[in-house]
Every structure is written in C-alpha cells, then in structure tokens.
C-alpha cells in the first residue's frame, strides 16, 4: 500500500475509537490489504459500530429529544436576547418584531443566564447521552435553521445563532466528563428554576421554554444517582 | 447459546493460545473458512463476547511488522470454553447420522 493510499486510510480510521484504530490499522498493516480493501474494512467497522449505538433508545432521544427540539426552541430565545438588547441599548434602531415583551434590565440578565444555562446543558446532556452518534445530533440541528421561520427582519440573522457556542462548549464538557458533579448540579437545577419562575411570573416566558428545563434536571437526577458515563452510549 | 462466527473466533483464540490477537485469529479464521472474515465482523463479535465474559482482551505490545501499533490481545475465559464445548457437543450430536459426516 503506498503512502497516499495508508494516509487515507489513517484518516478515516479516525472514526474510530483511539484504542481500535490503533489494533485495527496494526492489524492492517501486517495483513499488508490494498488501499480500497482497508477503507471497506474500517468503514465497515465504523458503520457496525453505528449500528450497535443506534440499537440503543438513548442516541434516538438524545436527537430527536432534546437536540432537535432545544436548538428550535434556543433559536428563538436568542432571537428574544437580541431583540431586548437593541430595545435596552440601542433605542433608535429598535423596531419591534418580535414579542419579546417589556423586560427590564434585571429580566434581560435573567434571560442571558437562562441562555446560557438551556444552552450548555442541552450541548452537554446530548453529548453525554450518545457520544459515539453525537455527529447525527448536529446535523439534527441543521433542520431548525433551514426550516424555521422567525421575523427578525429589524434583526441581524446571525443572532439566531447566539445560543450554538455555549452548545458545543456545553457538548465539549460532555464528551469529556466521566461524572456529573452533585453540588454543581444541584445549584444548576435551582437556580435555572428560580429564574424560569421568576420570569414566567414577570410574563417574560413562552410556554414552550418549559421544555428547557428537562435536561438540567436530569443531569440534577443523573449526578444524584452518581450515573457514570459507563451508562451513557 | 453461542452464534456460529461467536465458535470460530473463540476456537481459533483458543488455538492460538498466547498469541491469539486480532489479526492472527482473523488468519485463522480465513484459513479454516476459506471465506474472507471481515475486521468489521471481528471487533464486533469480540466485543459482544467480551461483553457476555465468554472472552478477555488488553491491548498488547507494538511491533514492527503493524507499523509500531499495539495488538488487541485475546485471551478464552473458563466460562468462553464451556461455551464452545456446549455448542460443539450440540453441534456433534445433531450431526450424527447425516449423509456428509463419515462414518
């Protein structure tokens, strides 16, 4: 097998997991198998390995739960952060066109907190949840952006998308965390409720964004049952 | 009770003893077989196995000949060998009498 021929198949072997594209491109190699055989074989693995995760009603959930659902909802929170923030401070560009309500200053940093909040948690809990198809998450996560309506003429489209970073910051953190901490969950859940409350009361939140809270308060119940990612997919 | 490809793999790990590792039991499979055994279809079933105790695997050492990659070693547990026996005796006694087994 030529160099060019081995590095693509070192590249895709970068589905794998480290452990197994290790044994596998060593098995490869003592086998000595031409270039188009080796990608069949570790695209096969790869596609099997899908398989075995997708058996599983976690990686279902986690997508059509909480990523498909989570990215809609946020699209429009964000839309609702932006909007507030140009009525607060920047009066004369403000047009309304998005009922957004008469939040105040207080409640503007209330819903920042919340965004953060909904955001890295939904990142996080999909990530934990189904590790290996968290790819299929992200591309769930396309839908909403390509199909979803939201009159923000007055608005930057980009504000749409204030809510994706703390998301993959949040997906980041777990993919690579093994426990959830309990003093930290714990203070999450309590506080993002408080504040839901809060707002609810003040008449600064949809209905809808009561589905938001789910997964802070399964990862509250996840760290009390000290579940280990070993449960996870 | 163990699947056809599950025998293979933990009869030919078993042959191979100390030097059972993916490729190798690969190679023997192919050799018993004449079929090709896919990687795919072999990580797979050693993890199912791993999973159902009937097999143990650690990664080995690197070699030269695998481009100084480590090997996925194998190792049959007690509880794998009682496995493969039921299904060979199962697989003996079914036979008995049937035109392609000689006599």
Redesign the interface.
Known sequence: MGATGWGLVELVARLLSPNEREAVLGDLAEANQNVLRSLFDVLGLYFRRQGVLWRDWRPWLAGFGVALPSCYLLMGVSASVTSTYVRLFDPKDYIPCWPTGREGFILFLCHIFLLIAWSWTAGFVVAWWSRGAVWVSAVLCLFPFCVAHFPIESLPRACLYLFLPLAILGARHGLRTMRVDAAFASALAVAVTALMILAWKCGALWTLNWALIWPVWYLFAAARRRVPVAQTI | MLGEFEYLLITAAAALGDDA???AI??EIQSATGHRC????L??TIDRLETKGLVKTW?GE??P???G????MVRVTPKGVHAAKEFYSAITRISQGVSWVAH
């Not at chain 2, 896919?38 to 279809?41: D, V, Y």
């Not at chain 2, 990659?69 to 996925?72: E, L």
Request: proline letters at 0%; aromatic letters at 10%.
């Open positions: 590792y993916g490729a690969r190679e896919s990687i795919g279809a990580y797979t990664m690197a070699t000949e695998r481009g990659r480590s090997k996925r």
